[in-house]
């Protein structure tokens, strides 16, 4: 099971330095194994390539060449995959290529500083890492205005859980989402990611504003575009950090209370029932619930929670107590044939639960229902100072 953590740092010299570098091997790699089968009919093996043109490489760490030869083959071998349907890998024009290392040429030190192995002579690459724990791969590839890191986990589910519950899970926008455990209940409070998104949303229109005013292509246009992604990028950071808090609470206070499986609503019904507003609400509702969802998932899955999708129709509609559907106004849900009154989010979570319990029993529910305990995020006692960290992340 892979684990793969994904985040911006700033550009160095170095960093644009060994990308060319690693494209221009690409390339070459790209143009002598296409040669050798067009001119003696020949497939170049990986180790033949590795030895003629990785193998002490004037600018690129040894073990980072022979996974440029590692990518060529790879893209070579889903091609052969796939019936050599599609294209070969044989654009020989990259100007960009993605620099990866693995374990050998990983470190996590411990003041929390990743170091990427370099030629000999050369600094390191230092990066301010976001865990505690050390990657068994990292690649760094060019984005816009800046570079991508990512790193990848190799991660065993491990048996966390003691507990026998079982717990249902409604997630939703106004709290992001909602736990029953059939004893009691929990949220987890949005309001963070919407202040996020709603401050994505004016920046982005904002710089989009300045940018209709300049003259398309020229240098000012040029500039304010990088800027706009590079800030853009910067909340996509902040949004995704929070997320992985978020997720990993909800993941603690399960295993707080013993839960052993749990039910979750399919995604895409949640985004059936968000207030879009415009495309770029859209899609980022998608990214953001998509990523909550899916970190979910394999949170719960690591600390050895089984998971199952329940189809959402008409959990958030039934009374859990008596079945009797009602579309539910505001944020509370009041049965109007047998008095039930809870809160919306947990009827919802309670209906799930029920789904994948596969129980028809809706009587003894707790008084919980109705007053939740909550859980907000406050960004300035846990969050401020690790994402302060994390955006001013740079090379050392
Ligand atoms: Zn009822």
Redesign the pocket.
């Known amino acids: 099971m892979y684990l793969t953590r994904k985040f911006h740092i700033e550009g160095t010299d170095q960093l644009e330095r060994l990308s060319r570098s690693s494209a221009d091997l690409w390339n070459q790699i790209c143009k002598w194994y296409w040669r050798t089968v067009d001119r003696q009919n020949h497939w170049l093996s990986k180790t033949a390539m590795r030895r003629w043109h990785c193998k002490g490489h004037d600018v690129l760490p040894s073990q980072t060449a022979q996974e440029v030869a590692e990518q060529f083959y790879e893209a070579v071998s889903s091609w052969h995959d796939n019936d050599r349907r599609g294209n070969p890998p044989k654009r020989c024009d990259k100007e960009y290529n993605v620099l990866r290392w693995t374990y050998q040429g990983v470190t996590l030190r411990d003041d929390g500083v990743l170091r990427l192995s370099t030629k000999r002579g050369e600094d390191s690459i230092l990066i301010d890492w976001p865990v505690d724990e050390e990657p068994r791969t990292v690649e760094i590839g060019k984005s816009s205005g800046g570079f991508v890191v990512r790193a990848q986990y190799d991660t065993e589910p491990v048996d966390r859980t003691t507990g026998d519950k079982i717990a249902g899970i409604d997630l939703g926008e106004k709290h992001l989402a909602a736990v029953f455990t059939g004893q009691d209940a929990f949220t987890i409070n949005g309001g963070e990611l919407r202040a996020l998104r709603h401050y994505q949303n004016s920046l982005k229109a904002k710089l989009d504003a300045k940018i209709d005013r300049k003259e398309r292509g020229s240098s000012r246009w040029t500039k304010l575009v990088q800027t706009k992604n590079k800030q853009l990028d910067h909340i996509d950071n902040k949004i995704t950090d929070l997320l992985h808090k978020l997720s990993r609470k909800v993941v603690e206070m399960l295993l707080e209370r013993r839960v052993s499986a749990i039910g979750i609503g399919d995604v895409r019904g949640i985004r059936d029932r968000i207030d879009y507003g415009s495309q770029m609400n859209q899609r980022l509702h998608q990214w953001a619930y998509g990523e909550f969802d899916r970190m979910v998932e394999y949170k719960a899955k690591l600390a050895g929670i089984t998971v199952n999708r329940v189809d959402e129709a008409y959990t958030s509609q039934e009374?859990p107590?008596?079945g009797?559907r009602k579309k539910p106004s505001g944020r509370d849900y009041t049965?109007s044939?047998?008095g039930?009154h809870g809160h919306r989010d947990v009827v919802g979570a309670a209906n799930i639960r029920r789904k994948y319990v596969g129980s028809e029993d809706r009587s003894r529910l707790p008084g919980v229902m109705a007053s939740p305990s909550g859980v907000r995020f406050h960004p300035h006692l846990s969050c401020s100072s690790r994402s302060e960290r994390k955006t001013n992340r740079q090379f050392a």
């Open positions: 009374c107590q008596c009797h049965c044939e047998c039930f």
